[in-house]
């Protein structure tokens, strides 16, 4: 299994594959402070254009078009900008030292310009550079440099996705993340299902489980790279936890009856989930250290789909105590609960946003499933996106965009989308067959 540099590792030089350092691309321009708002409702895409980076050495020209178009496909899916088709160029850029002929680039419209270079260095690591230019101001925004294996020249083109995002619209970005998700292959009537891994644009998946045994609600540590996910084997279901960098993995715990969707607490030092006791289920909270297990909800209705808000005080969970399926929220060491979810319909599957700001959630009503939004006291629903069955909601790491699986019916299997929280902007997520449980792991730290 390869070894994967963290964000750390790639910006402080303290890399284990040797070092890797990172530096400021100083200009003689003043450090421009422009800012997109982010929008909440109708939004134009801002133009940028993001040149070809130029090739320092002989035979890295293919990487530098490479890490553009990782930049272009990154920034464009995001739904806050607009590439421009590098035809409508007029200046061709050769060094990126220099500043560039501003009027060609606001002459096809360009509010922005990132230009940057790929060189292999003497020790075999490649150095990439880049720049990131308000059009109008004539003033350089951004810059930077990196010295990593060749192997990651993907991963520098989502830091450096990150840094345009977040130079931009003065908010973290979430491109430099991965995906974790059900992998589905087979009839429908025999569907395998494996743990699968992937960048967050769907780039290098790779597989965690065989597919031997049945896998469900995988669910990325917010603090860790670690997952937790349930497995149906010959006995009782059982909860393990998985470490993504070394393979490891290990049991939770043996439960007996059904225990349903596990999920970390912020500091990744417990996990939350629901377990069955008869015709009812109610939620418990394991310490990870101890594997002592705390019951927080004891009621004859059914309690699942626990969500802890990020600073760890409170979280949102499903029951249907009320009746049918609604969202309640109550304080993480339990107590009394408040129902928030008042629409028409059901509401299940509740997810804590990384920002606090939202509680995501699945609706179901009038032969339709959505998924939705709410703020934390259950006032400001909006609903993202509706169709014939939709599931599973997961925040990007900043908490902007929401993934989630569509289930289209018949023969069909699922796929992965995703969709802004002002409701714009709804993508498929490239998967190499069916998709569905994601869940999105905290930026690459």
């Known amino acids: 299994m390869p070894f ?44 940028i254009a993001i040149s ?15 890490v553009s178009q990782v930049i272009t496909n990154n920034l464009k899916r995001s739904g806050l900008f ?15 030292d220099n500043p560039p002929q501003f009027q060609s680039w606001k002459q096809i419209g360009a509010l922005y310009l990132v230009t ?12 990439a550079e880049f720049r990131l230019w308000d059009v109008n101001t004539q003033q350089q925004m951004a810059g930077q440099q990196y010295q990593t294996s060749p192997e990651y020249w993907r991963r520098i083109a989502h830091i450096i996705s990150d840094q345009i995002y977040e130079r931009a619209t003065s908010e973290k970005g979430y491109f430099d993340s991965r995906v974790v998700f059900v992998h589905e292959h087979g009839s429908k009537e025999r569907r395998i299902k494996q743990l699968a891994l992937m960048d967050q644009d769907g780039a290098n998946v790779r597989y965690l489980t065989k597919g031997s045994e049945l896998v469900l609600t995988p669910r990325f540590s917010p603090s860790t790279q670690e997952i937790t996910y349930m ?39 417990r996990i939350i989930m629901s377990l069955q006791q008869g015709g009812n289920s109610n939620l418990f909270v394991m310490d990870l250290r101890s594997k002592s297990t705390t019951r927080l909800t004891d009621t004859p209705a059914i309690d699942t789909s626990p969500s802890y808000s990020p600073d760890g005080s409170r979280i949102c969970f499903e029951s249907d105590r009320g009746g049918k399926p609604q969202i ?14 008042f629409g028409e319909g059901s509401y299940s599957t ?17 032969g339709q499933f959505a998924i939705g939004i709410m703020k934390t006291d259950g006032s400001g629903e909006r609903i993202l996106t509706s169709g014939f069955h939709n599931e599973g909601p997961t925040f990007a790491p900043n908490g902007r965009v929401v ?31 069916f998709a569905s449980d994601p869940a999105w792991s905290p930026l690459l730290s």
């Open 82 to 96: 607009a590439p421009i088709d590098p035809a409508a160029f007029i200046e061709r850029i050769t060094n990126p």
């Open 328 to 341: 309640y929220t109550m304080a993480a060491t339990g107590g009394g609960a408040q129902r928030i979810s």
């Open 116 to 127: 940057g270079r790929m060189t292999r260095q003497g020790d075999g690591r490649l150095k």
């Open 52 to 66: 070809n980076f130029v090739a320092g050495t002989p035979g890295d020209a293919e990487v530098g078009v490479g």
């Open 403 to 433: 993934m989630f699986f569509r289930e289209p019916g018949g023969s069909a299997g699922p796929s992965l989308y995703t969709v802004d929280i002002s409701g714009r902007n709804e993508l498929r997520v490239p998967t190499p067959g």
């Open 4 to 47: 994967r540099l963290s964000r750390r590792q790639i910006i402080s030089g303290m890399a284990a594959l040797g070092t890797v350092t990172a530096a400021p691309l100083r200009s003689a321009f003043a450090q421009a402070p422009k800012r997109i708002p982010i929008p909440e409702g109708e939004f134009t895409p801002q133009p």
């Open 231 to 269: 497995e149906f084997g010959q006995g009782d279901p059982r909860v393990y936890l998985y470490n993504v960098e070394t393979g490891q993995r290990e049991i939770v715990g043996n439960f007996p009856g059904m225990s349903f969707s596990p999920r970390f607490s912020p500091d990744g030092q």
């Open 350 to 366: 509740p997810v804590w946003s990384p920002r606090g700001d939202y509680i995501a959630f699945t609706k179901q009503g009038g």
